[in-house]
């Protein structure tokens, strides 16, 4: 599959003035109640609330901290699914989790984004995720034009994510999403982090957004007066109620209707939110009431329920340039893209996302750059303070001591590189996981295979100048085998390093990643000979990794009738090979079984980080 779509140069003409292809979606919700803890503890977040969310409106969802509308939005998008009674109906009809997903798209507070790809990078790797492989390159690349250019991308095409501004980085956010045309977009406070120009840009294009015929929600901490009129419907969250819902223009004719009059010149926004904080008395009750917690909307001349006006026909949207770009997605196989989830096959996700990935680790620079001097400075480090200590037998505690080393630094090397970087890559993972752009098992295998070739590479630039400034037997085959334990040391460590970074936070995953492979190292064999440890204990040495790298590092070195060592004394005891081997208890030990034992660990080691994984994402939310 070609992955490498060009954009410059390609201009889509504007479609027609249609409506949106997935078709409208009116979200409502009733008796809606949320809590969380158990027993004693436990803390209602939400109280029986009701709404109704339409199609072709942005609506704002307000309220204090605290006072639930995040959690409110979470359950509306399917993120939350535990502690809720209620029930959530789309278009009048019960709704289906699965299927409501797919046709949804939520983006989050933050712009958790790679930063270093282009935006036209990310634009395209998103197209083929999530229109798969039946749409043809000439319609996402009309796709991704047309909502670069409806989301002032195009001039910032080829700028990477790190060099973007707050605004930007939030239309990519957006656009990212847009690309596979869902009904429902809902937003986490989507002007956090921005100055006020860059708030009111980010509003008008929702309500844009929205007037294609989508149903736009965002949560709003504390909009300014002229953002609040970008609004269509505002719906107002307090101690877990509604105090509010209808029309922004209707917001202070219903407090006025409450004897609450807002001040003039004041911000109707921050005047709800003092209303709603408890500023202006214990009103919250005759507020909510007056809705009927959610049942009714508010408007100036008429108080009508949330059926009633889902009853009515969608008002018609108003047309223009922006509109018709946002809904005149191409044709033919586009139309239907709505209804797809991981539309793209198993394969092209793999093929996808290896290819992103293996371009964020090229330009990493100073990462990647760091490990490789790090491996050639220590390399030259340990050469010299071993020098030419390989062949005399004098020295040959040393040599274990150098062969021990070996291990331990290949490890960590594979093993905190993948810690830091993996738990600065979750969020995004999160993110995209979240709306469905791939499965995990596509994003486990590419990362996977992502970053072997560096775990091969690593090791040989490290063993090389190790091998012949120690003087190491000078025999390729031995050299082979060598190098066969360190890579696969390499490949554990990375497999650890990816465990740890997935199940716990990069604070807690640095501290247990290094601790948690010290009981491991010390049952390797080099501390204690395996014959030393006691009955009760030594068959945990078999779930050591670091035993079988050692016995297939020694076996490699003095294994397999190595002649007799050089002697630089008068007299040195462990001049044959052999007899060194039967010091360790390794002459009964073979190379094929301790690959064996490392590939065992690897796979053990990489289900266990899927599944951590797995649960994290689950739990997350």
């Not at 278009?91 to 984004?113: M, P, V």
């Not at 012949?468 to 554990?492: A, D, K």
Request: glycine letters at 8%; a positive charge.
């Amino acid at each position: 599959m070609d992955t490498e779509i060009k954009l410059s140069g390609w201009r889509p003409s504007l479609m027609g003035k249609t409506k949106l292809q997935g078709g409208s979606l009116d979200l409502t919700f009733s008796d809606l109640s949320y809590s969380v803890g158990k027993g004693k503890k436990i803390k209602i977040i939400l109280h029986q609330i009701n709404g109704s969310f339409k199609s072709g409106q942005l609506t704002a969802i307000l309220g204090p901290s605290g006072a639930g509308k995040t959690s409110l939005m979470n359950i509306l998008a399917g993120l939350k699914k535990s502690g809720i009674e209620g029930k959530v109906h789309v278009n009048g009809a019960e709704r289906d989790f699965k299927t409501f997903r797919k046709k949804s798209a939520y983006i989050t507070q933050k712009d958790h984004l790679l930063k270093n790809l282009t935006v036209d990078e990310y634009m395209i790797s998103a197209a083929h995720l999530k229109l798969g492989n039946d749409v043809s390159n000439n319609d996402k690349i009309s796709t991704i034009e047309l909502v670069m250019k409806t989301l002032g991308l195009t001039n910032s095409q080829h700028t990477r994510i790190t060099c973007l501004s707050g605004g930007e980085r939030k239309r990519l956010s957006i656009a990212l999403e847009l690309i596979d045309n869902p009904s429902i977009l809902f937003l986490d406070e989507p002007t956090s982090g921005l100055d006020s120009s860059s708030s009111l840009q980010c509003v008008a294009l929702l309500r844009e957004i929205a007037r294609s015929g989508r149903t736009v929600v965002a949560t709003i901490h504390q909009p300014s007066f002229r953002m609040l009129n970008h609004f269509d419907h505002l719906y107002i969250v307090a101690s877990g109620m509604c105090m509010y819902q209808g029309p922004v223009g209707s917001l202070v004719s219903y407090f006025k209707s409450m004897n609450l009059n807002c001040p003039s010149y004041h911000n109707p926004a921050d005047f709800a939110l003092d209303v709603a904080s408890g500023e202006y008395g214990y009103v919250l009750e005759k507020l909510v009431s007056g809705i009927e917690n959610g049942r009714k909307i508010y408007q100036e001349t008429s108080m009508a329920t949330s059926s009633e006006v889902l009853s009515n026909d969608t008002e018609d949207v108003e047309e223009n340039e922006e509109v018709a770009m946002l809904s005149g997605l191409p044709k033919n196989k586009l139309e239907s893209v709505s209804r797809l989830i991981n539309a793209a096959p198993f394969h092209t996700q793999v093929a996808v996302l290896l290819g992103r990935t293996w371009r964020t680790i090229w330009r990493e620079k100073i990462l990647t750059t760091m490990r490789f001097a790090v491996h050639v400075v220590v390399a030259f480090l340990v050469g010299f303070l071993f020098w030419q200590i390989g062949g005399d037998a004098a020295s040959i505690f040393n040599n274990v001591g150098l062969i021990f080393f070996n291990m331990l630094f290949i490890t960590a090397a594979a093993l905190m590189p993948t810690v830091l970087t993996f738990a600065l890559d979750m969020k995004v993972v999160i993110r995209e996981h979240l709306n469905q752009w791939y499965s995990l098992k596509a994003y486990y295998l590419a990362k996977t295979l992502a970053d072997v070739p560096f775990q091969i590479i690593f090791p040989i630039v490290y063993l090389v100048p190790v091998y012949f400034m120690t003087n190491q037997p000078m025999s390729l085959e031995r050299f082979g085998l060598q190098l066969g334990m360190m890579i696969w040391l390499s490949l554990v460590g990375q497999g650890l390093g990816l465990f740890f970074g997935t199940a716990f936070s990069i604070d807690v995953a640095s501290f247990f990643a290094a601790t948690s492979t010290v009981p491991l190292f010390l049952l390797s064999g080099f501390f204690v000979t395996f014959d030393s440890i006691p009955s009760y204990i030594n068959w945990l040495t078999y779930f050591s990794f670091a035993r079988y790298g050692f016995e297939g590092s020694m076996l490699s070195v003095y294994g397999y009738d190595r002649p007799p060592l050089n002697c630089s004394e008068s007299y040195c005891h462990f001049r044959f090979p052999e007899k060194f081997l039967e010091q360790f208890d390794l002459t009964q030990s073979s190379y094929s079984l301790s690959v064996v034992g490392l590939f065992i660990n690897y796979i053990i080691i990489r289900t266990a980080g899927y599944f951590a994984l797995r649960y994290k994402l689950r739990h997350v939310r």
